[in-house]
């Protein structure tokens, strides 16, 4: 079974379902939750959070002696890389697969990093005063490791020269 999300009533809640692939046994289906906001979620018995589909292995693996239809982006054969010594030959097919379907996941380097508005962090620090501290300097053998950092993150507007 694939139990894929599509209730638009959870999602304006803060709640979140997981996309699944689970084996149908009795008259239950293992659900993942996820709660994005601060405050208790109430799910009701008998409440839609998906739509289960029954689907053969075929459709979930592919047919694993066919050569893959798409090339794995450049970005993703690093990782590829370090897999496929632990794996089979019909594993590491499978996995290029996956990898070039969510390619797009995956930053393309340290650099090129972007930002999501699903889930807002938040540190709650109470009725807790500021802390003020002197700026230390950097000791002399780290300073060229730090000014490259600090080159970089300006580079990929992590952050703002001040």
């Given at each position: 079974?694939?139990?894929?999300?599509?209730?638009?009533?959870?999602?304006?809640?803060?709640?979140?379902?997981a996309k699944s692939i689970c084996t149908f046994k009795g008259d239950n289906l293992p659900l993942?939750?996820?709660?994005?906001?601060?405050?208790?979620?109430?799910?009701?018995?008998?409440?839609?959070?998906?739509?289960?589909?029954?689907?053969?292995?075929?459709?979930?693996?592919?047919?694993?002696?066919?050569?893959?239809?798409?090339?794995?982006?450049?970005?993703?054969?690093?990782?590829?890389?370090?897999?496929?010594?632990?794996?089979?030959?019909?594993?590491?097919?499978?996995?290029?697969?996956?990898?070039?379907?969510?390619?797009?996941?995956?930053?393309?380097?340290?650099?090129?990093?972007?930002?999501?508005?699903?889930?807002?962090?938040?540190?709650?620090?109470?009725?807790?005063?500021h802390i003020n501290q002197n700026t230390r300097r950097i000791p002399l053998a780290q300073r060229?490791?730090?000014?490259?950092e600090i080159q970089r993150m300006l580079d990929g507007s992590i952050i703002p020269h001040s």
């Amino acid at each position: 079974m694939i139990l894929d999300n599509t209730s638009q009533s959870f999602k304006n809640k803060g709640v979140i379902v997981a996309k699944s692939i689970c084996t149908f046994k009795g008259d239950n289906l293992p659900l993942r939750v996820m709660n994005v906001t601060d405050f208790p979620q109430t799910l009701y018995k008998n409440t839609c959070a998906g739509i289960a589909e029954t689907v053969c292995s075929e459709n979930i693996l592919g047919n694993i002696n066919a050569e893959p239809d798409l090339v794995l982006p450049e970005h993703m054969q690093v990782v590829m890389e370090k897999c496929e010594n632990n794996l089979k030959v019909d594993q590491c097919k499978i996995v290029i697969d996956l990898l070039t379907e969510y390619s797009g996941t995956f930053a393309m380097s340290k650099i090129v990093l972007d930002r999501t508005d699903i889930i807002q962090h938040k540190i709650n620090t109470g009725d807790a005063r500021h802390i003020n501290q002197n700026t230390r300097r950097i000791p002399l053998a780290q300073r060229k490791e730090v000014d490259e950092e600090i080159q970089r993150m300006l580079d990929g507007s992590i952050i703002p020269h001040s």
